[in-house]
Structures are given as C-alpha cells and as structure tokens.
C-alpha cells in the first residue's frame, strides 16, 4: 500500500506521531483491531499509520526500546529549535530533511521527546 494521503497541518497543533516498539507485526495488529487504523507497511521496521479524519497521520517504527512520540507542526524550524533550547529543553536530532518533511527532535526540561515538524 502506498503513503496514506496526507492532511492538512496546523502550526502548532499535532502533525504526526511514532509508535514503536521492539516487533512491528504485533504493533501493526493492535492498532488496526482495536482503532480500525489503515497500517501499511513501507518497509524493513516502519509502517505508515493513517487515522480518521481529524487525526494526525502517523508510523509505526521497530526500535528496542516502546516509545510514543507526537509531532507537533511548526511555522519555523529554526526559531522553535533556539526557542525550546532557550527554555530549558535540548536537541535530541538536528533539523533533518528526511525527503518527506523537515524536522527535528527536542526534549522538554523533563525530559519527554517531541519531535518538531516544520510546516
């Protein structure tokens, strides 16, 4: 299945979000039993997850270590990256254009990683 079709973003609001976990297959299940979520595999340890309308699109991503990570859409990459680090949060991954989006990840003062997508 190819990408789902992409939704509108919103500056500031949710744009994406990662589920990940240690096996996709299981992970993949769950959420299409439980939500009814489209999960269409693109590959070796990553899926693409569409959700109903109104809901951000997502992934599911095989990593060691379970996570859930949301992407929130901003206006400047740059300014939001200086902003978070003036705040009291750091850079977990610099901006990065992965052929998809723009983006990067943060770490608020506790800790909690967000990834930052550029809109």
């Given at each position: 299945?190819?990408?789902?079709?992409?939704?509108?973003?919103?500056?500031?609001?949710?744009?994406?979000?990662?589920?990940?976990?240690p096996?996709?297959?299981?992970?993949?299940r769950?959420?299409t039993n439980?939500?009814?979520?489209?999960?269409?595999?693109?590959?070796?340890?990553y899926?693409?997850?569409?959700?109903?309308?109104?809901?951000?699109?997502?992934a599911?991503?095989?990593?060691p270590?379970?996570?859930?990570?949301f992407?929130?859409?901003?206006?400047?990459?740059?300014?939001?990256?200086d902003?978070?680090?003036?705040?009291?949060?750091?850079?977990?991954?610099p901006?990065?254009?992965?052929?998809?989006?723009?983006?990067?990840?943060?770490?608020?003062?506790?800790?909690?990683?967000?990834?930052?997508?550029?809109?």
């Amino acid at each position: 299945m190819s990408h789902p079709q992409r939704k509108t973003h919103h500056i500031n609001g949710f744009g994406h979000f990662d589920i990940a976990g240690p096996e996709l297959a299981p992970l993949e299940r769950f959420y299409t039993n439980l939500f009814g979520w489209d999960v269409a595999p693109q590959g070796p340890g990553y899926a693409m997850v569409a959700t109903p309308e109104g809901g951000p699109n997502g992934a599911i991503v095989e990593t060691p270590v379970p996570s859930l990570t949301f992407g929130v859409v901003v206006a400047d990459l740059n300014g939001a990256l200086d902003l978070a680090v003036r705040e009291g949060g750091r850079v977990v991954l610099p901006k990065t254009d992965n052929g998809w989006v723009k983006k990067a990840q943060i770490a608020d003062p506790a800790g909690n990683v967000l990834t930052l997508i550029e809109g």
